[in-house]
């Protein structure tokens, strides 16, 4: 199973491209395509990234459209794909709508995902939040909770055993028990569901008292000394060199040193995995962002 060691901060990316929510989106990626997603992953699967990430929605509602977009890939499929672009990196749900979906139709996506990439499947769960993509999709929102909690027993179960009640399922992942499940969320109940499994993605930049809770949750639970991805979104996104007067959105830039200061300085304390994001004027601009991150700036993320 991945783990995260001690030590180092590890470092991850949520994927440009595969959404156009207007938290991320740079005005190149209305005109990018396949070949720029992929390079931006081989950029990140070269220069020593933990994982490169997908996001989860179905369909939008129109009055949410303006500031989310309609423009979600589909993660499965967009992991897939990338799996055979790349060698290393894990390949992160960040995050999968497990409410939407039966347990084992999911597992047998993420088994399929572990299998065609050699063991880099991330399971990253989430319990959804748009109400009318609940309603669409036939499920109560209301049961959210509940639902992602069942359904992610089921999911491990499926992704641990062959056979359940007399019914088999192959490929098998490769990754033993299974791939490792992070549970997405800043809420005291996704903190509490979090706590239960391999790790935490939060909704946006991790806070002292999230990570405080996690730790207490795990204690209480006799989970403490087990491994467990804690993870960080950074904000703001990064340049490392002089930005450049085109890119007009705040970013943090300077030196490798510089850059990495920073990204420890605003880290929480008990965080082992943080998210970054830069900023660019095209694609191969934004991949060799990526590249130089990991190449000069990684070395230096010791805690």
Sequence with gaps: MITVGDGQLAYGTSLPIQ?????WFEPWEADAGPPELAAVARAADRSGYLYVASCDHVAIPRHRAGQMSTWWTDPMATLGWLAASTERTALLSAVY???????RMAAKGFATLDWLSGGRAVVGVGAGHLEE?????GVAHADRGRLTDEGLVGLAEALEHTWIDDLGAEPRPVQRPRPPIWVGGSSRPALRRAARWDGWIPQGPATVEAVDALRVEREALGLADRPFAVNHLFVPALYVGTPPEEVLRPCLGGSPEQVAAQVLAGTPAGVNVVQVHFRARDGAEYAEQVE???T????????
């Design 292 to 294: 130089r991150f990991g």
């Design 133 to 137: 993509e609940f309603a669409l999709l």
């Design 97 to 103: 709508v497990l409410a939407y979906r039966h347990a």
């Design 19 to 23: 959404t156009h929510s207007t938290s």
């Design 296 to 303: 000069e700036v990684g070395p230096l993320l010791r805690r």
